[in-house]
């Protein structure tokens, strides 16, 4: 079973433009998620997948590898699925978020293990949570899962609802879930998934992974005890200093 790291990332962010090549203590942050994930030992391999010559010349510089991939794409799955087909020779594609300078190469390799069963065809990570804030942050996507760890819903709504009881209890009445943005597939059903259109869901929720449980596809889940730092703007920058 050999698998591919894909760290998709474009230069055009509506929210930082630029964010890959933004300097982090003297590097940048494409290259820190990079050498971040090649230290995963499960990984066969690892490319960063771009469109933008900026970013492509940077990897160059730092010693990475990168594959070029069209600009249409509208979400990173796609572009993961594009150097899927370039690159038929793996198994399984790890997507890793190409705006987590400091994402544990334990987490990737954790994901890693979901494929040790032949059944899964998709995999993510999820993640307790302990603090309110965390709990009705509609910003925090949550999810529930079966007996089996497999996703059964996101939401950016808290779930479940603890009915007839009051708010400040419900932590300690169930455990929830925050979901981990870190995506793994068999090659076969990625490039599946780009073929299903959004679905009414993931309109809804603005969460791509429910057109895929809406499609019938099942996403396995392993429990991930490790915090992730995603920048998604400038100001987020200031969670690094901390």
Not at 15 to 27: A, E
Not at 99 to 126: M, R, V
Not at 149 to 171: C, D, G, H, V
Request: hydrophobic share 35%; charged share 25%; proline share 4%.
């Amino acid at each position: 079973m050999k698998i591919l790291g894909i760290i998709p990332a474009r230069y055009a962010s509506t929210r930082f433009p630029g964010k890959p090549l933004v300097d982090i203590y003297g590097k940048t942050m494409i290259q820190r998620v990079y050498e971040q994930s090649i230290k995963t030992k499960s990984l066969a391999h690892v490319v960063v997948a771009t469109d933008d010559e900026r970013i492509a010349e940077e990897v160059t510089n730092f010693g990475g590898q990168y594959v070029m991939t069209a600009n249409t794409h509208q979400s990173g799955t796609d572009r993961c699925a594009e150097v899927a087909e370039k690159m038929p020779e793996y198994d399984i594609i790890i997507n890793i978020q190409g705006d987590e300078p400091y994402i544990s190469p334990e987490q990737i390799a954790l994901l890693s293990t979901c494929f040790s069963d032949e059944t899964t065809q998709l995999a993510t990570l999820i993640k307790e949570i302990h603090a309110e804030d965390e709990l009705f942050n509609v910003n925090i996507p949550k999810v529930v899962i079966n007996a089996q760890q497999e996703a059964l819903y996101f939401s950016r709504q808290t779930i479940p609802y603890l009915r007839n009881m009051e708010k400040e209890n419900w932590l300690k009445a169930h455990q929830f879930y925050k979901h981990i943005g870190i995506y793994g597939y068999r090659r076969d059903v990625l490039l599946a998934l780009t073929q299903l259109k959004p679905s009414t869901l993931e309109i809804a929720e603005s969460l791509e992974q429910l057109r895929w449980l809406e499609n019938g596809f099942s996403i396995k889940t392993k429990v991930t005890h490790l915090e992730t730092i995603a920048i998604d703007t400038p100001e987020d920058l200031k969670k690094i200093s901390k």
